[in-house]
């Protein structure tokens, strides 16, 4: 079975300095890989996904992400951050059984920025 | 980008009591539509998928009996919690995927059972 595993419970950051959030996956195929954002009383916000061909993946918000299969993890990043990134970040995964429709999300990752 | 609404957005009801929440694509149509459940600082369980026109596939473990789901159009899921009881109250989110598969998440729906 697909799962998702995201160390950081939470993470706190200044702004302007760098991010990554970690993700680890574990799946026996190609995954479809994805990393979504979600704010208070907003839905989840799709930053970025990864299906094929390049490992670096560019997303909304001057988020990336890469896709590393030695090491099953599928991290974000971005260089600089803003106060308005705070918010929890979920990295998600689909599998081709299921038409790459059904996600199975990790457990989040809470970023608190800090001026 | 595509909208996916849900209504309402919070809804508080005594325990025994039903309660109705609806799933909206406003502007693309979806044969199918995701029902999923969070708990505080937990993170999104798939509890079934609704499917236009047909009876929805529920996740183990999901009483298919207390969460009631109808996709009646292709614009429009619903799910009932039926004789709900305070361990139902949750954060209720809904999603939708377009043409692209690329999926669409309302806001969410709080319930809270007394």
């Known amino acids: 079975a697909q799962s998702v595993t995201q160390p950081d419970i939470h993470i706190t950051v200044s702004e302007g300095a760098s991010l990554e959030l970690r993700c680890n996956y574990s799946?026996?195929?190609?995954?479809?890989l994805f990393w979504y954002v979600q704010s208070p009383g907003q839905g989840l916000q799709l930053l970025l996904k990864?299906?094929?061909?390049?490992?670096l993946v560019q997303g909304i918000k001057g988020f990336e992400a890469e896709f590393k299969r030695s090491q099953s993890s599928f991290n974000l990043r971005k260089p600089s951050v803003h106060w308005s990134d705070a918010a929890e970040y979920f990295c998600?995964?689909?599998?081709?059984?299921?038409?790459?429709?059904?996600?199975?999300f990790g457990t989040g990752t809470r970023l608190l920025v800090s001026p | 980008g595509a909208v996916v609404s849900q209504h309402p957005s919070w809804v508080i009801c005594k325990s025994g009591t039903s309660v109705k929440i609806e799933c909206r694509s406003l502007?693309?149509?979806?044969?199918?539509m995701f029902w999923y459940r969070q708990f505080p600082k937990q993170s999104l369980m798939l509890m079934a998928t609704s499917n236009e026109g047909s009876k929805a596939t529920y996740e183990q473990g999901v009483e298919k009996d207390k969460f009631l789901i109808n996709h009646a159009s292709l614009t429009l899921s619903t799910l009932t919690v039926t004789s709900a009881h305070p361990e139902d109250s949750s954060f209720y989110i809904c999603?939708?995927?377009?043409?692209?598969?690329?999926?669409?998440f309302g806001p969410g729906t709080r319930l809270t059972v007394t």
């Open positions: 799946y026996g195929a190609t995954p479809y």
């Open positions: 990864y299906f094929s061909g390049d490992t």
């Open positions: 998600a995964v689909a599998s081709m059984n299921t038409g790459f429709q059904k996600l199975v």
């Open positions: 502007d693309f149509q979806a044969t199918t």
């Open positions: 999603s939708a995927p377009d043409s692209t598969y690329e999926q669409y």
